[in-house]
């Protein structure tokens, strides 16, 4: 019954966006007019969104991550967390938040059942932040980080969007204060899915890069042996112990071959890849009571036309019809 598409990768992985709204505007992701977000009545509801996933779990879908937009501007969040968790099959829930409300939600989240979070975070200076973000929110992070902890969650990774030419001063700091505080950073080569086309090979920074700078500034760092080669990160530890370090190289080293990952926008079309240029619609579906075997059947037909990979790399390669904010990252 598990999802296999025609290279034999199994999918047993769900990115779900709750919404394409957000309250910053990360310049890779964002403009800073905001954007023509999706009308609420097209958005998926949670007994949309549950329904689809009571009907994917049979299928072997057993991760899911919570994602956007910024998924804290959905209202009663911890709700669907709760729905969520409960679904049999369900193994793993995880949510990618900017944090900026976390300290209002970090409670009712943790107490819905949510125990792995992943918070977008670049830089420790307030200003700088106020330069990426467009928003003057760095001490609202602190606090939402802050509150996390306190409310219990362990094992916070972070992510770092690694902009060449931008970000190098924050590398270090922000690898420092993760090992400092026991939390994981994840370093994210910049990804062409920008509203505004800035992406140029040019202006990725490398895993590789970022490796050298670390070792260099804090420690040498080594390839974690026997990591879960399905993970989009590539895991590095300190030769010292002094933790991990995660890098996502998807334009250095893309590691599409293998992929367990399918996408459900908020807009409720489902997608084999972040960079897919065709997507499925499930929400006719969902909104005319289809049977699981029906939606089912649709999951199964996404999955069958996935293709090996993006093209980053080549003079071929498309950008998505859709940025990052409204696919879901
Ligand atoms: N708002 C949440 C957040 O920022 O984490 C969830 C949605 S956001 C689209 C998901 C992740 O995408 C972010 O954590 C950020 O690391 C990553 N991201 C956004 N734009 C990107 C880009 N152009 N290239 C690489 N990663 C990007
Ligand atoms: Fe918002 Fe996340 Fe996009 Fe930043 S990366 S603008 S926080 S959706």
């Known amino acids: 019954m598990s ?13 779900i966006s709750v919404t394409d709204r957000c309250n910053i505007r990360c310049f890779y992701c964002m403009p800073e007019e905001g954007v023509q977000f999706t009308e609420r009545a097209e958005i998926l509801s949670f007994e949309e969104i549950e329904r689809f996933v009571r009907a994917a779990a049979p299928l072997g879908v057993t991760k ?13 969040l911890a709700k669907l967390v709760a729905r969520l968790v409960a679904i049999p099959g369900i193994r793993d829930l995880a949510l990618t938040t900017n944090a900026v409300l976390l300290d209002k939600h970090a409670q009712e989240l943790y107490d819905a059942g949510l125990r792995r979070l992943n918070i977008h975070l670049d830089t420790l200076d307030r200003e700088r932040f106020r330069q990426i973000t467009r928003r003057d929110d760095l001490p609202r992070v602190m606090a939402g980080i802050d509150e996390a902890v306190r409310v219990g969650f362990t094992r916070i990774k972070f992510n770092v969007v690694a902009v060449k030419n931008l970000i ?33 090979r040019k202006k990725v920074l490398t895993a590789d890069e970022m490796i050298a700078m670390i070792s260099e500034e804090i420690g040498p760092l080594e390839a974690v042996p026997d990591a879960d080669p399905r993970a989009p990160a590539t895991e590095y530890r300190y030769v010292d112990g002094g933790g991990q370090v995660g890098f996502i190289a998807s334009v250095s080293k893309p590691f599409c ?24 619609d499930v929400k006719g579906l ?5 049977s699981d075997e029906e939606i089912q059947a649709v999951i199964r037909r996404n999955v ?16 998505p019809p859709r940025p990052m904010y409204a696919i879901g990252g």
């Open 3 to 15: 999802l296999i598409d025609k290279f034999g990768r199994v999918h047993d992985s769900l990115r």
């Open 64 to 76: 899911l991550r919570l994602t956007g937009g910024e998924p804290l501007v959905r209202k009663d």
């Open 168 to 200: 190098e001063p924050d590398i270090v700091p922000m690898a420092r204060f993760c090992r400092e505080r026991g939390f994981e950073p994840r370093f994210i080569e910049f990804m062409p899915l920008d509203s505004q086309l800035l992406w140029g």
């Open 257 to 280: 071959l293998n992929c367990n990952r399918i996408r459900l926008t908020s807009d409720g079309k489902l997608r084999y890849c972040l960079f897919a240029i065709d997507e499925t």
């Open 286 to 290: 969902l909104r005319a009571n289809a």
């Open 304 to 319: 069958s036309e996935k293709w090996l990979g993006h093209e980053i790399n080549s003079a071929k390669f498309v950008p």
